[in-house]
């Protein structure tokens, strides 16, 4: 790659020229011909949250052997995933360490880890730049590889949990100016049913969280007509009640006396409506004002149980501000009842909601001694109203850089 070309877009033109599996290769290459970069990692975030998985240059990290695996809590690499800003490492006294996010609106794919002879606020702005390349570089490479689904498993899944993991959003974070959101699916020891589902048009934010009657493949497959059903008739541009009626009836039609709960949002991008179907789910937690309540709910029988009364969508009270979080049963089953959802959620009001998913998640998983007899699954979402002036759509915009 020539010296002069530099920046975001000299990035993504070797990209472009480069094989799938090559991102690593591109960047780090980019940085040692610009700044004399030693040493050049990237490190994915696992599934889970909880580990840091490290893949170098080494062609056989890049193969899925010897890769380092690294505990998240604590470390230098949560400071940067929670700070969103490059963070400089103790001089090893070979040079400037620099620890960088690679994120795209709020997903937090992981961090970028180098050593430079020297550094300027000028090398180091650039250096975040390519972090940035990176997060676009690998969002459009990992179509054509396994290598970043690699990354980010720790422990092998069954069949029942690679069917639940691709029905699941691509990205487990989102931003834009009107809001941030956040979900998660901690799987029960024998997968249970449990998805969450995000989307985006030009107007409308749609938001589900759902749960399958069942466990292992018989669940999954149960989620897979759910999901696809409803994101079928979702992309048809019908309303939030015809969106219902069609996940029941498909339930009905092929679930075999199988039943689904459920909750479907859409939020007007104006903040003109907020609108909620809910098919016997747990009622959501809204936090408004430094107080955690539930917000108290007409609730429908669960899809796939035959009933006189038509799905009907209900206006709900959201206000810029707000908190709201959806969660399935599993987050209060029995070992996890004491687990203070309220509590957690009012504790954690500074965060974002990737944080307060992972609090939420976490605290589940502990209570439960890592063994959860159902799919506890969390989605957050922070509201910020359609008066989005000055914010920025990524974390940390207006945070200065942690020495």
Do not use: K
């Not at 993991?165 to 049913?193: M, W």
């Not at 292992?216 to 219902?244: F, I, K, M, Y």
């Amino acid at each position: 790659m020539a010296r002069e070309q530099i920046g975001l877009a000299g990035v993504l033109s070797a990209a472009e020229d480069a094989a799938p599996v090559e991102s690593l290769d591109v960047v780090a290459r980019n940085l040692r011909d610009r700044f004399g970069a030693r040493y050049v990692s990237f490190l994915f975030l696992d599934i889970v949250g909880q580990q840091m998985v490290r893949v170098s240059e080494d062609a056989d990290t890049q193969r899925g052997r010897h890769a380092d695996l690294i505990p998240l809590a604590g470390s230098i690499y949560d400071q940067v995933l929670r700070a969103q800003h490059l963070v400089q490492a103790p001089d090893l006294g070979e040079g400037h360490g620099l620890i960088v996010p690679v994120t795209n609106r709020g997903d937090t794919i992981g961090v970028l880890e180098l050593t430079l002879p020297d550094v300027s606020e000028e090398v180091l702005e650039q250096v975040e730049e390519a972090a940035h390349a990176l997060a676009y570089i690998i969002l459009a490479d990992r179509r054509f590889t396994d290598l970043y689904h690699w990354g980010q498993r720790t422990t092998p899944l069954t069949l029942a949990a690679e069917i639940q993991r691709h029905l699941l959003p691509s990205a487990p974070c989102c931003e834009a100016a009107q809001f941030a959101l956040a979900g998660a699916v901690v799987p029960a020891d024998s997968i249970a049913g449990d998805t969450y589902d995000y989307t985006l048009d030009a107007d409308t934010l749609h938001l589900s969280v759902t749960d399958a009657m069942g466990h292992d493949l018989e669940a999954a497959l149960l989620a897979t007509l759910l999901v696809n059903a409803s994101r079928g008739v979702r992309r048809t541009g019908c309303d939030l009640p015809e969106q219902a009626r069609r996940i029941h009836q498909v339930l009905c039609d092929h679930g075999r006396g199988s039943l689904a709960t459920g909750q479907l949002l859409r939020i007007a991008l104006d903040g003109g409506s907020a609108q909620l179907i809910n098919a016997g789910h747990p009622w959501p937690l809204r936090l408004r004002d430094g107080t955690v309540e539930e917000v108290p709910l007409e609730a429908h029988l669960p899809f796939g149980i035959p009933s006189p009364a038509p799905y009907r969508s209900q206006n709900f009270d959201l206000r810029p501000g707000d908190r709201l979080v959806l969660y399935t049963d599993g987050m209060q089953e029995h070992r996890a009842q004491s687990v203070d959802l309220a509590a957690l959620i009012r504790d954690t009001a500074s965060e974002h909601p990737r944080e307060v998913v992972r609090t939420l998640t976490a605290a589940v998983t502990a209570a439960c001694s890592g063994h959860l007899q159902d799919d506890a699954t969390v989605l957050c979402l922070d509201w910020h109203g359609p008066d989005s002036s000055g914010r920025h759509a990524h974390a940390g915009a207006d945070q200065p850089r942690c020495p």
